[in-house]
C-alpha cells in the first residue's frame, strides 16, 4: 500500500511550504460532520474570492480534497473536546490544503475498499485529484498529524494577482 503513488506507506513526507502564497487561510473547525461542512464551504468561498471561480474544475477538485481531509480528520483524527485545524494557500500555480488533527497514532493510508463498501474512498479520490500528497507529525502543539495536499491549477483556474479576477479581464 502506498500513501502517495509510487512511495512506501512508511514515507513521511516533509511539508513543503508554498514558497510564498499570494493567498492564505486558516481556521479551526469542531471535530464533526458540521464543521467539514463548514470547512468546505469556507474554503470554497475563498478559492473564489482568490479568483479560482466556483464552478470551475478547480474549485470543485480543490473543495472536494478540503472534503474528503476533513472528513478523515473527524473520523479518525478525533479526539473529543478538540478541533481540527484547515490552512489553505494558494500562490500562481498550486492551491496547497492542509488538515491537523489531534490523534497522533494511525497512518493516513489509501483503503482498498470492496465494491459493494460504502467508505474508505477519500485518500483515493485525493490522490487521483492532488498533484502530490503526504502526511506528517504535527509540530506546534499537542500530538497529532497533518495530512496535506497540493492542487496544480491550470491556466484558467489559476488565482488572480494584483487584484483581477480569473475569466473577468480578456
Known amino acids: 500500500m502506498t500513501n502517495q503513488i509510487g512511495a512506501p506507506s ?12 499570494t493567498h492564505h487561510f486558516t481556521m ?4 464533526t ?16 474570492a482568490w479568483g479560482v471561480p466556483y464552478g470551475s474544475a478547480a474549485y470543485d477538485d480543490v473543495t472536494l480534497v478540503v472534503a ?10 478525533r479526539v473529543p473536546g478538540r478541533d ?8 500562481a500555480v498550486t492551491v496547497r490544503v492542509d488538515v491537523t488533527d489531534t490523534r497522533a497514532e494511525g497512518t493516513p493510508e489509501p483503503a482498498s475498499p ?11 479520490i485525493v490522490a487521483g485529484l492532488a498533484a502530490t500528497w503526504g502526511w506528517r507529525e504535527r509540530s506546534d502543539g499537542p500530538p497529532g498529524k497533518t495530512v496535506w495536499a497540493e492542487y496544480s491549477l ?4 489559476r488565482p488572480a494577482t494584483g487584484g483581477d479576477r480569473i475569466g473577468l479581464n480578456p
Open 10 to 21: 512508511d514515507h513521511v513526507f516533509p511539508h513543503t511550504e508554498l514558497t510564498s502564497p
Open 28 to 31: 479551526r473547525f469542531s471535530s
Open 33 to 48: 460532520p458540521r464543521g467539514v461542512r463548514l470547512a468546505r464551504r469556507l474554503a470554497g468561498q475563498r478559492l473564489d
Open 68 to 77: 474528503e481531509l476533513c472528513a478523515n480528520a473527524v473520523r479518525h483524527g
Open 84 to 91: 481540527f485545524r484547515l490552512w489553505l494557500g494558494a500562490d
Open 114 to 124: 470492496g465494491v459493494d463498501g460504502e467508505g474508505g474512498r477519500g485518500l483515493l
Open 154 to 157: 491550470r491556466a484558467g483556474d
